[in-house]
T-cell receptor, first 113, second 109 residues
Framework: DVKVTQSSRYLVKRTGEKVFLECVQDMDHENMFWYRQDPGLGLRLIYFSYDVKMKEKGDIPEGYSVSREKKERFSLILESASTNQTSMYLC????????????FGNGTRLTVT | KNEVEQSPQNLTAQEGEFITINCSYSVGISALHWLQQHPGGGIVSLFMLSSGKKKHGRLIATINIQEKHSSLHITASHPRDSAVYICAVKRNTGNQFYFGTGTSLTVIP
C-alpha cells in the first residue's frame, strides 16, 4: 500500500529557529509536494520537486527552502521560523502521469511561538 | 480569484440524506481529484477523473468538461461521512494541482 510518512505529527518551535520537516515516500514517485493548510485558505503550494535535486517554487515559497537529495525524501526547511508560519504542513507525492492521484502524509502541525 | 470554487462551504445533513457537493474551475485541466479529510486526519484520495462518472460504494463523482464543473454525491449519508471534502484540479500544463477551500460536511444521526 502507498505510504507517505512525515517525521513529526506535532512540532513546537521558537521564533528564529531553523526547522526541518521531513517527508518520505515508498512508492518511487517522481513528484513530491509541500503544502500548507490554513483555515479558509485551503491548501497552498510551497515548493514541489519533479526529480532528485530538482525543485520549483510554488505559490508561497518565501521563508522556505527545500532539499531533495534522494528520490524518496523531500525536506522542507524554515530558515528562521516566524509566528506567521504556524500552520498545518502536508507532504504529498504522485507519479507524473496526468491521471495519477496525490498521496498525502498525515501532516505536521507546526506552532511557532 | 481562486481557480477552483466549491459550494457549499458548510453542509449539515440528516443521516440517510442524499448529499451533493459542487466544484467549478476556470482553467484547462487534465484531471480532477476529490479528496476527503477527517478532523485531525490526513487527506485521502476518493476519485481522480477526467471525464464522465465514477462510483465507489455510496460515493459518485461526475465531471462535465465543457461546463468546467464536477459534483460529488453521497447516497444514504452516514455520520462517518462527516469530513471536509476537497476538490483539486490538475492543470493540463505542468505537474501542479490547484485546490478548492473545501466543503465541511456534518451528518447528524
Amino acid at each position: 500500500d502507498v505510504k507517505v510518512t512525515q517525521s513529526s505529527r506535532y512540532l513546537v518551535k521558537r521564533t528564529g529557529e531553523k526547522v526541518f520537516l521531513e517527508c518520505v515516500q515508498d512508492m518511487d514517485h517522481e513528484n513530491m509536494f509541500w503544502y500548507r493548510q490554513d483555515p479558509g485558505l485551503g491548501l497552498r503550494l510551497i515548493y514541489f520537486s519533479y526529480d532528485v535535486k530538482m525543485k520549483e517554487k510554488g505559490d508561497i515559497p518565501e521563508g522556505y527552502s527545500v532539499s531533495r537529495e534522494k528520490k524518496e525524501r523531500f525536506s522542507l526547511i524554515l530558515e528562521s521560523a516566524s509566528t506567521n508560519q504556524t500552520s498545518m504542513y502536508l507532504c504529498a507525492s504522485s507519479l507524473p502521469a496526468y491521471n495519477s492521484p496525490l498521496h498525502f502524509g498525515n501532516g505536521t502541525r507546526l506552532t511557532v511561538t | 480569484k481562486n481557480e477552483v470554487e466549491q459550494s457549499p462551504q458548510n453542509l449539515t445533513a440528516q443521516e440517510g440524506e442524499f448529499i451533493t457537493i459542487n466544484c467549478s474551475y476556470s482553467v484547462g485541466i487534465s484531471a480532477l481529484h476529490w479528496l476527503q479529510q477527517h478532523p485531525g486526519g490526513g487527506i485521502v484520495s476518493l476519485f481522480m477523473l477526467s471525464s464522465g462518472k465514477k462510483k465507489h460504494g455510496r460515493l459518485i463523482a461526475t465531471i462535465n468538461i465543457q461546463e468546467k464543473h464536477s459534483s460529488l454525491h453521497i447516497t444514504a449519508s452516514h455520520p462517518r461521512d462527516s469530513a471536509v471534502y476537497i476538490c483539486a484540479v490538475k492543470r493540463n500544463t505542468g505537474n501542479q494541482f490547484y485546490f478548492g477551500t473545501g466543503t465541511s460536511l456534518t451528518v447528524i444521526p
